[in-house]
């Protein structure tokens, strides 16, 4: 049974602050390992890579065979369903015009006193895409990883997957293709991220490493940040529907599934005003786990980290949406636009009771890359702004400088710095006012 | 002596990748002692607080004088040099009105097929500034940590400052009521970042941290990063002068001795055409060493960490440029937006010979706080987007779910995630094509 707590309770604010503090990960320490491993793949380069590749995924590969060729890619399509194909295609097309209206603007202007300020966006030079392997190869993650890097003018886009026992997912190296990847690599785990990285004989290095992974890659992403730049450290997924009694149950049961079902340490809470509403989907969830091919993962999420919380009026709503700060929030209710600007903290919003969360993970525009674990009370999901960089841009004349300068030399001549200050009044001296 | 390389010699490359390479900062092993502090905090909270700054800062304070009352705040202005607080103020307009606008725009549309699509940017709740105490306690660091927050809209914006034997300089006093700091503590080192992060009785926890710190610092913000955000974790400070010949020596040393005076572990690089006018720099800086009072830190980061690059011709400057990802940048030279256009990798681009890298510390407008340690390559400087987050927002009808959703349900099936499928299917089901 998942958690069921009623605001009107006592013990409410307790059992809720508890909900928000329960860990759903465990704290696998595996950093003394992925040192081991980032340290190797530095010093040997390719033969690392090769070593824990026969290791792991039980795979002998060379230097030539490391890298998926042209062909394998260009024939992926070939070898998918049609039908599958096509929706992906849509997925991109409609992934791409979404992300192409992220892209910033640049910035060039004078103020008042004639310095002009500004701005300039340029993308980063090459991006590395980690796609777990396996069943969580998802051609769907390879989309929304690759397409703002994309968008974003990318030259070099290198995808990184594991081919345990030399199995790949056509669909993913299909999805490759389509969304512009220029490389691929058949290596997983903390040696994928760290040739990214560092860069080997076959693969050279990126400026910034994206993409979902276990505990490993996940220390390994941890560890290089700064030598390139990573996206965020995801945790299991979530969804927070709030939903009043005026829903179907099963679509809502449908929904808390959908998300329960990625993983044994997803979540899945519902949020509503009625009691007997909440009841129903309680219902509902039950039944539909019967037929589920993935019961046995959704039950174990729904057990143990599901919740169904009933609010004395959905007026308390917000409160609570934004100390959980999902990473996926439904508002199934009559006026989502009206709660929806209430809310603060959620990566994704899906409003209305005809927008299941499932159609934003494929095909809606946004990016389903979201913050997790309460971090979308400080970080966004992931854009086009990930794989750019601004440059900011000043420039004086004589006369705007000594407009500004002589405060420049006090400030530095405040802060004991006086080669910054002397850098200003040298010039300042040789360009007087004009008499 | 500095470095000084000519890339018509035949072994530039290899001494260029060599300076590249070269590491300014020990790898101090702090982190073992930084989990300690951060649990200790965590477990014991205003009590550890108050330990750590009677032995680090030998200062005995209670819970109750830990934070700087309001009326310190308020006074503090007063204790200051008029003219410098007058410089102080242009200083926070002319940031305050630069990152204005840096504001982020709203979307919110509707595509061909009838989908609602947009995303929204609501500011973090609450925000903390690490100011390191002593000497580094710079008050323009004050404005251009704390500022970009307030023109967010970030509502708490919390500082911590240490303040050894209880000393505590006016001015940063002064800057940060300037900037709209609403609670100030006197505690420093890694406690201050686990109080931000985890909270204790007096302080409330943050939702991101920011702000310069000695490797203590550093280490326990990349430890709560995923608790909390952090910005980027700074490394010392480097300026790149590209100059031609026309400019002054005496100008150019000066602008080199600024980022030099910063820090041992500073770097100052000169790029020029002109082998005479390197020479010419070089003498300068020796003779403007004789008489700056930082000549002692700025000669040993020239000395160690200096470096004057002659070129056969300027053409050769932009591969330098983004291979080197500066810091700051500096152009001067006849046409340097020419150069600028060129230039993928720069924090900062200070244009022209009368733009000195000083003027952008103190109040040209743009931030100060720049990606260090050639992370130009995949980052930006401290902006308004820094304490911003996003939230993509979805909003399918009847009709256009139908438009769709059957490609997301062959998407779902394609990955094996069935409940995903239903969702949509359901759907779908419940809202047929009207006949």
Not at 43 to 71: H, K, N, Q
Not at 104 to 123: C, I, K, Q, S
Not at 383 to 389: T, Y
Request: aromatic residues 4%; negative net charge.
């Amino acid at each position: 049974m998942p958690l069921r707590l009623n605001s009107r309770d006592a013990g409410f604010e307790a059992a809720f602050a508890a909900l928000l503090a329960g860990k759903r990960e465990s704290d696998e320490d595996v950093d003394a390992v992925v040192a081991d491993i980032l340290a190797a793949v530095r010093r040997d380069g390719d033969a690392a890579l090769l070593r824990y590749t026969a290791r792991f995924d039980r795979l002998e590969l060379t230097a030539e065979t490391l890298r998926v060729p042209e062909a394998e890619l260009a024939e992926a399509a070939g070898r998918c369903d049609p039908a599958t194909m096509e929706a992906l295609a849509l997925a991109a097309e409609r992934i791409t015009d979404y992300h192409r209206r992220q892209k910033p603007e640049d910035m060039d202007y004078r103020d008042a006193v004639g310095v002009r300020l500004g701005h300039r966006w340029t993308a980063v030079g090459a991006a590395g895409l980690y796609v777990p392997g396996g069943t969580a190869a998802y051609p769907s993650s390879v989309l929304m990883n690759a397409l703002p890097a994309k968008v974003a003018g990318v030259e070099r886009l290198v995808m990184t997957v594991p081919t345990p026992d030399g199995v790949i997912n056509p669909l993913v190296l299909a999805a490759a293709r389509l969304a512009g990847v220029t490389e691929v690599y058949r290596v997983g785990g903390a040696q994928a991220v760290a040739a990214l990285a560092y860069g080997t004989a076959t693969i050279a290095p990126v400026d910034k490493i994206v993409g979902p992974g276990n505990a490993y890659v996940a220390a390994a992403k941890r560890r290089v940040f700064g030598t390139v730049g990573i996206d965020m450290i995801a945790g299991p997924s979530e969804v927070l529907v709030v939903a009043d009694g005026d829903n179907r149950p099963d679509l809502i049961a449908a929904d808390l599934l959908s998300q329960a079902e990625h993983d044994t340490a997803a979540q899945s809470i519902l949020i509503t005003d009625d009691a007997d509403f909440g009841d129903a989907v309680a219902l509902a969830v039950d039944e539909q786990l019967v037929a589920l091919p993935r019961s046995a993962i959704a039950g174990e999420s729904w057990r143990n980290h599901g919740a169904i919380i009933t609010l004395g009026t959905m007026d308390e709503a917000v409160a609570l949406i934004d100390r959980i700060a999902p990473e996926h929030l439904e508002l199934a209710v009559a006026d989502p636009d009206g709660l929806a600007k209430q809310v603060r903290n959620a990566g994704a919003i899906f409003l209305g009771r005809h927008t299941p969360e499932a159609i934003g993970d494929y095909l809606a525009g946004p990016n389903h890359v979201l913050p997790t674990a309460r971090s979308a009370r400080f970080s966004s999901g992931l854009s086009v702004l990930d794989f750019m960089k601004r440059s900011s841009l000043v420039a004086c004349d004589a006369e705007s400088l000594r407009a500004i300068g002589p405060a420049a030399v006090l400030l530095a001549e405040a802060e004991g710095l006086d080669a910054h200050a002397k850098s200003v009044a040298l010039r300042l001296a040789v360009n007087p006012e004009p008499s």
